[in-house]
Nanobody, 123 residues
Framework: VQLQASGGGMVQAGGSLRLSCAASGRTFSNYAMGWLRQAPGKEREFVAT????????SYADSVKGRFTISRDKAKNMVSLQMNSLKPEDTAVYYC?????????????????WGQGTLVTVSS
């Protein structure tokens, strides 16, 4: 599956952004999907994942209650709604297709990566 992320930008603390990831390929609906991020000088980390049905989600503690992951299987899209953004959310965000279950947060489970999209949150 091929992935194309978009929607990054610069926002003030407390603001909102919505990231989108367009997928191509007939097998998109078979994959759990996720968003990961990498801040400068830090390792890439999982932010949120969603099951292939869309019925189950998982979030990093740092974004719970602020971020919402969703998917539209008809449109082959995965989105990440980010509210109440903080400066520490500043990172390059990546969408990814997981070969395993949505709760298996292991980089070795990533089947495909989208290109990153930069989110910058100013204080």
């Amino acid at each position: 599956v091929q992935l194309q992320a978009s929607g990054g930008g610069m926002v003030q603390a407390g603001g909102s952004l919505r990231l989108s990831c367009a997928a191509s390929g007939r097998t998109f609906s078979n994959y759990a999907m996720g968003w990961l991020r990498q801040a400068p000088g830090k390792e890439r980390e999982f932010v949120a994942t969603i099951s292939w049905t869309g019925g189950s989600t998982s979030y990093a503690d740092s974004v719970k209650g602020r971020f919402t992951i969703s998917r539209d299987k008809a449109k082959n899209m995965v989105s990440l709604q980010m509210n109440s953004l903080k400066p520490e959310d500043t990172a390059v965000y990546y969408c990814a297709a997981l070969r395993g279950r949505w709760f298996k947060w292991d980089l070795s489970e990533i089947d495909s990566w989208g290109q990153g999209t930069l989110v910058t949150v100013s204080s």
